[in-house]
T-cell receptor
Framework: DAKTTQPPSMDCAEGRAANLPCNHS???????VYWYRQIHSQGPQYIIH???NNETNEMASLIITEDRKSSTLILPHATLRDTAVYYC??????????????FGSGTQLTVLP | GAGVSQSPSNKVTEKGKDVELRCDPI?????LYWYRQSLGQGLEFLIYFQGNSAPDKSGLPSDRFSAERTGGSVSTLTIQRTQQEDSAVYLC???????????????FGPGTRLTVL
């Protein structure tokens, strides 16, 4: 699976949009971009995933560049509870399942009051 | 509904002892995964079960590690002759089938924190 590069940390003011970047320049055509987050001492939580089109759900929006070499996760109105480590992961889907997910170091997002 | 549950939440053991970690996936989920996370590190894939297919054991670090999934539901991860480097949080995740939801998503449990003294 393709490797991803994320900034180690970011701050965001409460109520503002948090934009988390991710580079995945070696992504293959059949690999999806996933975002998970992990709040301290909890298991990772799925946020969103996409292939090449932008995606939006109740938690966030995912913007994937046209060449698919980078993406941005957007939390439109960050709250203190959004403070977590955010992981950008690239993985193939086989028979509908993203078999194993390879988690890197992620971005520690701190939402400030 | 109920999420993925794991037990125990914490386990302290002595070097050389065997331990068993349990995972109860979300009811009806066909895929089950084990990962481990060492302090300050990312997740490391261990093993993957999908329905009745043979499990993908490619992530198991040594033959001291094994896992079973009985009846397509509950899974047990066993570590024999534990070593101090086995200390980590062991996380279980499950995914639904195509018919039940989005099989591309993994739902994680809270983990079992294993400490080997």
């Amino acid at each position: 699976d393709a490797k991803t590069t994320q900034p180690p940390s970011m701050d965001c003011a409460e109520g503002r949009a948090a934009n988390l970047p991710c580079n995945h320049s070696t992504i293959s055509g059949n690999e999806y971009v996933y975002w998970y987050r992990q709040i301290h001492s909890q298991g990772p939580q799925y946020i969103i995933h996409g292939l090449k089109n932008n995606e939006t759900n109740e938690m966030a929006s995912l913007i994937i560049t046209e060449d698919r070499k980078s993406s941005t996760l957007i939390l439109p109105h960050a709250t203190l509870r959004d403070t977590a480590v955010y992981y950008c992961i690239v993985a193939r889907i086989s028979s509908g399942s993203a078999r194993q997910l390879t988690f890197g170091s992620g971005t520690q997002l701190t939402v400030l009051p | 509904g109920a999420g993925v549950s794991q037990s125990p939440s914490n386990k302290v053991t002595e070097k050389g002892k065997d331990v068993e970690l349990r995972c109860d996936p979300i009811s009806g989920h066909t895929a089950l995964y084990w990962y481990r996370q060492s302090l300050g590190q990312g997740l490391e894939f261990l093993i993957y079960f999908q329905g009745n297919s043979a499990p993908d054991k490619s992530g198991l670090p040594s033959d001291r590690f094994s896992a079973e999934r009985t009846g397509g539901s509950v899974s047990t991860l066993t570590i024999q002759r534990t070593q101090q480097e086995d200390s980590a949080v062991y996380l279980c995740a499950s995914s639904p089938s195509r018919l039940a939801g989005n099989p591309a998503t993994q739902y994680f449990g809270p983990g079992t924190r294993l400490t080997v003294l």
